[in-house]
């Protein structure tokens, strides 16, 4: 059974930052897409940064520069460093795998909060 879950999350004041986890259980993550994705309060779910199979990293555009996606294949865990965290981060963090034959995993999510 695949399992991704997420922590890391937390309320942080504006220019700070946090380090956002996923453990995955029940696939090698050098073998998958996994992204991190991103939903505020009635908006739209966004991908905010993947990294695949092969390593290539890609990010939105809105977080180029300050957030950065790493793996750590002998943990299967994918981190996610967000570093000058603004009010418009806040949203609920999701991790997600997938891979070639359409599986497509989510995990349960972890709320990041910027606020002064």
């Known amino acids: 059974q695949v399992q991704l879950v997420e922590s890391g999350g937390g309320l942080v004041q504006p220019g700070g930052s946090l380090r956002l986890s996923c453990v995955t259980s029940?696939?090698?993550?050098?073998?998958?897409?996994i992204g991190w994705y991103r939903q505020a309060p009635g908006k739209q779910r966004e991908l905010v940064a993947e990294?695949?199979?092969?390593?290539?990293?890609d990010y939105a555009d809105s977080v180029k520069g300050r957030f950065t996606i790493s793996r750590d294949n002998a943990k299967n865990t994918v981190y996610l460093q967000m570093n000058s965290l603004r009010p418009e981060d806040t949203a609920v963090y999701y991790c997600?795998?997938?891979?070639?034959?359409?599986?497509?995993?989510w995990g349960q999510g972890t709320q990041v909060t910027v606020s002064s």
């Open positions: 997600n795998a997938r891979n070639n034959f359409g599986r497509n995993v």
């Open positions: 029940g696939i090698t993550i050098s073998r998958n897409t």
């Open positions: 990294i695949t199979s092969g390593g290539r990293t």
